[in-house]
């Protein structure tokens, strides 16, 4: 069952415009429709020390109005067209994209450029963007079961306060902003030679080219921001940890290991691990612990890629009155395996065939299309990987997989996260 | 630098036509009716196979057996087990799955298009041979029965439980959900019975999209379906959905609440209506998105809610329309009259032409957004093939859309927005609610979480006993995920009118119009946050000189629970 399969390649157009933003277009006709996605070089990784969560405080003060949007326009412009929107902030970037029909390009167009050049960065918009933040993190992450472990578990894997601090950020930084640091930091990471932008759908190639050079060609460039260190030991910075989670209503437990970064072949073949662990039915850690044992209620894992070092986790919410050590004990065990004995011919199989069948899915929407090549376009300076990357991660062997696992995975140097649910006698 | 063109949005391109072919439709000897939509963007097939019958077929000694049996299709058929089955699958890369809902049950597939009849055959097995394993009955009937008490902790399926009750009548439509003593009762017996009956070809509709040859593909469905004999077709008699005569309040009490649930249920009309389009674009005008008329209203202007939507349901035989929000408990009363302004203006009054435009642009233009991957292309045939919507539905969709005009949905909304016949279903604090919203019904009654009736004058505040007097200072506790937070209340009351000042860590506040009723105390204290003015509502209950009750602000995600006492004149 091997397929001799040969992905069509994606035509793309590449363009830099003076002031430095690089542009990606990809003309897919079939259907009349168009994606923008606009990246900006500025994520958690970007804030230092009393200043964390501001990359997340911006991507709502982008939603506030510019010189010629007013206040919350953004969206109601967008669904008026009949198309649909949003943002989002990781540690590596900040990203902002539209699907809309695809005359409303245009539209598009006008409204990223504007607040590229023009947001409007006012105290009254930081006051109630710093609430409606911090409202956010209550609900996302104070007021919900788990909403905190995945930031615990970063701070225990990282050192490197770059690496390590959460994306919301915490409630004492937001206040201490003034509308000097905010006006600093647009000033710094919101400019065009900082971001790029992917355009993929139904449009021509000089329109789309001379609308866009309409737009954004005055918008002045700015000093690039000074690079930034994201380097750690090899060693993760704490081992163990318990948690009282208040709200949880079972126990649970989550492993992290510090792995090496995005696109390094170390990087896939531990995705593959991954994948092999603990993604769908078929899964090792899913038949052992869901099906044989009959032990958890909710199994998960995956793989957080940077462009510096990266993480790997393995979590489980076990059902009621289970031993806990056991089922991890059957975690490192079927790790170990992968360490010592490779993946199945059969499991290779699997990857290939989830693979290629993933990457062309994936590649139906322009707004997926869109976003992989800004990224690539923002983590590479190659958008073109779109087109490689699939045979990248077909190359990786079993035997690569074995290492990688042996080297990375059965190891002491991991964190462990226990989730203990409220204890009796404490408020 | 001038740049006049940045001043105001940008006119659109010339419109792109977008067309979708006509997919081919033949029926096999045996009955079967396959659809062919060569879809060749892309190496992919999507493929389901939808039988015309689903939970409401059950019948009333074997309610959840669809949906029980269409979950155990794939744990396990002749040649292969749960575990082997999920192998194969996904080493191929595909997916796999059965489910169920009100008009029928559905075996889905996809897969990569080198893969289409190891995928057939896969589906043929489940479909064909499936053998229900008595130890993956038992993992299913205990992993449901645990979803189902979950289900009961949640507000909204309470008043989901109780709308399909009202609305539908002795109709099954009416049963939201199984209760745990029927799957308790569901046995390999029952699931082998119920498949022989219903799982037959000349029932059933296989709709293929793809990058596939028609005839091929024909011919890969004769091979692995055409010897499956074909049966008899249920042909269950429906009892009628009831008309309605007056406007009903349905309460669920629920302990502990803070919020109201809140749903305005009507019946609506079905799937295949000749007033859908009408019907959609009135619906996106008064309550289906972020920027129609309810949400501006009990959001955006009286922050009563973080959101409040109206939606059409619409299945075979029957529909229904709703009305939903979730509100503070305080504000019950006032949210019902917002939302009856909103369902009376909209029979009232024509439409204007911007409501009219923009709600049939969000329409129109997020319909190729929805077709644009296989998936999204397949649903659309599958809703059109299912519900026997016209032959050129998908082709004519947008057009139909853009001819609805004013005075179509001055006309649907008069015909299905009936606020005189309502039905009110709130779940949450039963007295409190009962007080707020008993003058909004005729006819009242109350359930608590189980679903069994409870007495209404057991939650009568008795007449208007005397306003309890507040004056004085309050020390009050909000319960704040375990921390205790104070807060100070001093208040001086004239007759039923409530003056004074709230402080906490909101803030300080000025309180003018608070009002005393019966024991329930009401107001709203206004501070000054960073330049902006914030509005703190604080309800409570008051009996000898104890407060509880909470409070809420547009800033605080839950309202807060506080309770205390009265500390000094």
């Given at each position: 069952m091997s397929l001799n399969f040969q992905l069509q390649p994606l035509e793309l157009h590449q363009f830099d415009l003076a002031n430095g933003l690089r542009v990606v277009l990809n003309k897919v006709d079939s259907i009349p429709v168009v994606s923008l996605a606009v990246y900006y070089d500025v994520g958690s990784r970007n804030e230092r020390k009393g200043r964390t969560g501001f990359a997340h405080l911006f991507e709502h003060m982008m939603f506030q109005g510019s010189e010629n949007v007013p206040k919350a326009a953004h969206f109601q412009y967008i669904m008026k067209a009949g198309g649909t929107m949003n943002g989002t902030t990781s540690s590596e970037r900040t990203n902002y994209y539209e699907t809309l029909p695809a005359n409303e390009l245009p539209l598009a167009l006008w409204l990223e450029s504007d607040r590229m050049r023009?947001?409007?960065?006012?105290?009254?918009?930081?006051?109630?963007?710093?609430?409606?933040?911090?409202?956010?993190?209550?609900?996302?992450?104070?007021?919900?079961?788990?909403?905190?472990?995945?930031?615990?578990?970063?701070?225990?894997?990282?050192?490197?306060?770059?690496?390590?601090?959460?994306?919301?950020?915490?409630?004492?930084?937001?206040?201490?902003?003034?509308?000097?640091?905010?006006?600093?930091?647009?000033?710094?990471?919101?400019?065009?030679?900082?971001?790029?932008?992917?355009?993929?759908?139904?449009?021509?190639?000089?329109?789309?080219?001379?609308?866009?050079?309409?737009?954004?060609?005055?918008?002045?460039?700015?000093?690039?921001?000074?690079p930034v260190d994201v380097d750690e030991p090899a060693e993760v910075a704490e081992t163990y940890l318990e948690y009282e989670d208040k709200l949880a209503p079972f126990p649970a437990f989550l492993f992290g290991w510090k792995i090496p970064e995005r696109r390094s072949p170390e990087f896939l073949a531990l995705y593959l691990a991954g994948k092999l662990l603990y993604d769908g039915d078929s899964s090792r850690l899913y038949q052992k612990l869901v099906k044989g044992d009959e032990s958890v209620i909710q199994l998960f894992g995956f793989t957080d890629e940077r462009r510096g070092p990266s993480s790997i986790f393995v979590g489980a919410i076990p059902k009621p009155d289970r031993d806990l050590s056991q089922i991890r004990e059957v975690i490192m065990e079927e790790i170990r395996d992968l360490a010592i004995n490779a993946p199945t011919g059969a499991e290779m199989q699997k990857l290939a065939n989830q693979l290629i069948n993933d990457t062309v899915r994936v590649r139906q929407s322009s707004?997926?299309?869109?976003?992989?090549?800004?990224?690539?376009?923002?983590?590479?300076?190659?958008?073109?990987?779109?087109?490689?990357?699939?045979?990248?991660?077909?190359?990786?062997?079993?035997?690569?997989?074995?290492?990688?696992?042996?080297?990375?995975?059965?190891?002491?140097?991991?964190?462990l996260l226990d989730v203990v649910t409220k204890k009796s006698g404490t408020n | 630098m001038l740049e006049e063109f940045r001043k105001s949005a940008p006119e659109s391109l010339a419109p792109r036509a977008f067309n979708i072919a006509q997919p081919s439709e033949t029926i096999l000897a045996n009955g079967l009716r396959l659809i062919v939509f060569e879809d060749k963007r892309f190496p992919l097939v999507s493929l389901r196979l939808i039988f015309l019958a689903g939970d409401a077929y059950d019948s009333a000694d074997a309610v959840g057996l669809t949906s029980s049996m269409a979950s155990m299709l794939t744990e396990g058929t002749e040649n292969y087990s749960s575990r082997s089955l999920a192998e194969e699958v996904e080493r191929l890369g595909a997916s796999l799955g059965a489910s169920s809902g009100s008009d029928n049950s559905r075996v889905s597939a996809s897969c990569l298009t080198p893969y289409l009849s190891d995928m057939m055959r896969l589906l043929s097995e489940v479909v064909l041979k499936p053998t229900f394993p008595q130890n993956e009955l038992d993992l299913y009937k205990a992993n449901t029965i645990e979803g189902l008490k979950f289900q009961r902790s949640q507000a909204s399926f309470l008043a989901a439980e109780q709308v399909s009750r009202i609305i539908y009548g002795e109709h099954p439509y009416s049963i939201a959900s199984p209760s745990a003593a029927d799957i308790e009762r569901i046995?390999?017996?029952?699931?082998?019975?119920?498949?022989?009956?219903?799982?037959?070809?000349?029932?059933?509709?296989?709709?293929?999209?793809?990058?596939?040859?028609?005839?091929?593909?024909?011919?890969?469905?004769?091979?692995?379906?055409?010897?499956?004999?074909?049966?008899?077709?249920?042909?269950?008699?429906?009892?009628?959905?009831?008309?309605?005569?007056?406007?009903?309040?349905?309460?669920?009490?629920?302990?502990?609440?803070?919020?109201?649930?809140?749903?305005?249920?009507?019946?609506?009309?079905?799937?295949?209506?000749?007033?859908?389009?009408?019907?959609?674009?009135?619906?996106?005008?008064?309550?289906?998105?972020?920027?129609?008329?309810?949400?501006?209203?009990?959001?955006?202007?009286?922050?009563?809610?973080?959101?409040?939507?109206?939606?059409?349901?619409?299945?075979?035989l029957g529909g229904e329309f709703e009305a939903t929000a979730e509100v503070r408990t305080s504000v019950t009363g006032d949210s019902l009259r917002e939302f009856f302004f909103e369902l009376a203006r909209i029979r009232d009054e024509q439409v204007s032409g911007d409501e009219l435009r923009d709600a049939k642009n969000f329409l129109t233009g997020v319909f190729p957004i929805r077709a644009e991957t296989q998936e999204g292309l397949t649903n659309l045939i599958v809703q059109q093939k299912v519900y026997g919507l016209a032959d050129d539905y998908l082709q004519t969709y947008r057009e139909m859309i853009a001819s609805v005009t004013?005075?179509?949905?001055?006309?649907?909304?008069?015909?299905?927005?009936?606020?005189?016949?309502?039905?009110?279903?709130?779940?949450?604090?039963?007295?409190?609610?009962?007080?707020?919203?008993?003058?909004?019904?005729?006819?009242?009654?109350?359930?608590?979480?189980?679903?069994?009736?409870?007495?209404?004058?057991?939650?009568?505040?008795?007449?208007?006993?005397?306003?309890?007097?507040?004056?004085?200072?309050?020390?009050?506790?909000i319960d704040f995920q375990g921390q205790k937070l104070p807060v100070s209340l001093s208040l001086s009351q004239e007759g039923p009118a409530i003056s004074g000042t709230l402080s906490s860590m909101l803030g300080e506040g000025v309180i003018e119009n608070g009002k005393i009723a019966g024991s329930s105390f009401n107001a709203v204290a206004v501070s000054e946050v960073q330049g902006k003015s914030l509005g703190i509502s604080i309800s409570g209950i008051v009996v000898d000189g104890t407060m509880k009750g909470s409070i809420t602000a547009p800033i605080v995600p839950e309202p807060l629970l506080f309770s205390g006492t009265l500390s000094g004149k």
């Amino acid at each position: 069952m091997s397929l001799n399969f040969q992905l069509q390649p994606l035509e793309l157009h590449q363009f830099d415009l003076a002031n430095g933003l690089r542009v990606v277009l990809n003309k897919v006709d079939s259907i009349p429709v168009v994606s923008l996605a606009v990246y900006y070089d500025v994520g958690s990784r970007n804030e230092r020390k009393g200043r964390t969560g501001f990359a997340h405080l911006f991507e709502h003060m982008m939603f506030q109005g510019s010189e010629n949007v007013p206040k919350a326009a953004h969206f109601q412009y967008i669904m008026k067209a009949g198309g649909t929107m949003n943002g989002t902030t990781s540690s590596e970037r900040t990203n902002y994209y539209e699907t809309l029909p695809a005359n409303e390009l245009p539209l598009a167009l006008w409204l990223e450029s504007d607040r590229m050049r023009s947001l409007a960065v006012t105290q009254e918009n930081l006051d109630n963007q710093r609430e409606a933040v911090k409202e956010e993190k209550r609900l996302r992450y104070d007021n919900q079961p788990y909403g905190e472990v995945f930031d615990l578990i970063n701070r225990m894997i990282f050192r490197n306060f770059s690496n390590s601090h959460s994306t919301i950020g915490s409630m004492e930084d937001l206040d201490a902003a003034t509308v000097d640091d905010v006006q600093d930091f647009f000033r710094t990471y919101y400019a065009p030679n900082n971001a790029v932008m992917a355009l993929s759908g139904a449009f021509e190639i000089d329109e789309a080219r001379s609308l866009i050079s309409r737009y954004f060609e005055t918008i002045p460039s700015q000093e690039r921001p000074a690079p930034v260190d994201v380097d750690e030991p090899a060693e993760v910075a704490e081992t163990y940890l318990e948690y009282e989670d208040k709200l949880a209503p079972f126990p649970a437990f989550l492993f992290g290991w510090k792995i090496p970064e995005r696109r390094s072949p170390e990087f896939l073949a531990l995705y593959l691990a991954g994948k092999l662990l603990y993604d769908g039915d078929s899964s090792r850690l899913y038949q052992k612990l869901v099906k044989g044992d009959e032990s958890v209620i909710q199994l998960f894992g995956f793989t957080d890629e940077r462009r510096g070092p990266s993480s790997i986790f393995v979590g489980a919410i076990p059902k009621p009155d289970r031993d806990l050590s056991q089922i991890r004990e059957v975690i490192m065990e079927e790790i170990r395996d992968l360490a010592i004995n490779a993946p199945t011919g059969a499991e290779m199989q699997k990857l290939a065939n989830q693979l290629i069948n993933d990457t062309v899915r994936v590649r139906q929407s322009s707004m997926a299309r869109a976003q992989q090549l800004a990224e690539h376009a923002l983590y590479d300076g190659d958008p073109a990987l779109i087109n490689s990357e699939l045979d990248e991660l077909l190359a990786v062997t079993a035997d690569q997989i074995r290492d990688a696992v042996s080297k990375y995975l059965d190891s002491e140097n991991r964190a462990l996260l226990d989730v203990v649910t409220k204890k009796s006698g404490t408020n | 630098m001038l740049e006049e063109f940045r001043k105001s949005a940008p006119e659109s391109l010339a419109p792109r036509a977008f067309n979708i072919a006509q997919p081919s439709e033949t029926i096999l000897a045996n009955g079967l009716r396959l659809i062919v939509f060569e879809d060749k963007r892309f190496p992919l097939v999507s493929l389901r196979l939808i039988f015309l019958a689903g939970d409401a077929y059950d019948s009333a000694d074997a309610v959840g057996l669809t949906s029980s049996m269409a979950s155990m299709l794939t744990e396990g058929t002749e040649n292969y087990s749960s575990r082997s089955l999920a192998e194969e699958v996904e080493r191929l890369g595909a997916s796999l799955g059965a489910s169920s809902g009100s008009d029928n049950s559905r075996v889905s597939a996809s897969c990569l298009t080198p893969y289409l009849s190891d995928m057939m055959r896969l589906l043929s097995e489940v479909v064909l041979k499936p053998t229900f394993p008595q130890n993956e009955l038992d993992l299913y009937k205990a992993n449901t029965i645990e979803g189902l008490k979950f289900q009961r902790s949640q507000a909204s399926f309470l008043a989901a439980e109780q709308v399909s009750r009202i609305i539908y009548g002795e109709h099954p439509y009416s049963i939201a959900s199984p209760s745990a003593a029927d799957i308790e009762r569901i046995d390999r017996e029952m699931l082998a019975a119920q498949h022989q009956r219903t799982f037959i070809p000349n029932n059933a509709v296989m709709v293929a999209v793809g990058d596939i040859e028609t005839a091929h593909m024909t011919a890969l469905v004769e091979e692995y379906f055409g010897e499956w004999l074909g049966g008899e077709k249920p042909d269950r008699v429906f009892p009628p959905i009831p008309a309605r005569d007056r406007r009903t309040l349905t309460i669920v009490n629920r302990e502990g609440s803070s919020q109201a649930n809140i749903v305005i249920a009507l019946p609506g009309p079905r799937r295949g209506d000749p007033d859908f389009f009408p019907v959609m674009v009135m619906n996106q005008v008064l309550g289906a998105g972020a920027s129609s008329r309810v949400f501006m209203n009990l959001r955006e202007e009286k922050g009563y809610t973080y959101g409040a939507y109206t939606k059409f349901d619409m299945k075979r035989l029957g529909g229904e329309f709703e009305a939903t929000a979730e509100v503070r408990t305080s504000v019950t009363g006032d949210s019902l009259r917002e939302f009856f302004f909103e369902l009376a203006r909209i029979r009232d009054e024509q439409v204007s032409g911007d409501e009219l435009r923009d709600a049939k642009n969000f329409l129109t233009g997020v319909f190729p957004i929805r077709a644009e991957t296989q998936e999204g292309l397949t649903n659309l045939i599958v809703q059109q093939k299912v519900y026997g919507l016209a032959d050129d539905y998908l082709q004519t969709y947008r057009e139909m859309i853009a001819s609805v005009t004013a005075e179509d949905v001055l006309r649907t909304a008069r015909k299905y927005i009936k606020p005189e016949t309502a039905a009110i279903v709130i779940v949450g604090d039963a007295g409190e609610i009962l007080a707020q919203a008993r003058s909004f019904a005729e006819e009242i009654e109350i359930f608590d979480t189980e679903g069994a009736r409870l007495d209404v004058a057991d939650f009568e505040r008795a007449g208007e006993p005397p306003a309890v007097d507040v004056t004085g200072q309050w020390a009050l506790e909000i319960d704040f995920q375990g921390q205790k937070l104070p807060v100070s209340l001093s208040l001086s009351q004239e007759g039923p009118a409530i003056s004074g000042t709230l402080s906490s860590m909101l803030g300080e506040g000025v309180i003018e119009n608070g009002k005393i009723a019966g024991s329930s105390f009401n107001a709203v204290a206004v501070s000054e946050v960073q330049g902006k003015s914030l509005g703190i509502s604080i309800s409570g209950i008051v009996v000898d000189g104890t407060m509880k009750g909470s409070i809420t602000a547009p800033i605080v995600p839950e309202p807060l629970l506080f309770s205390g006492t009265l500390s000094g004149k």
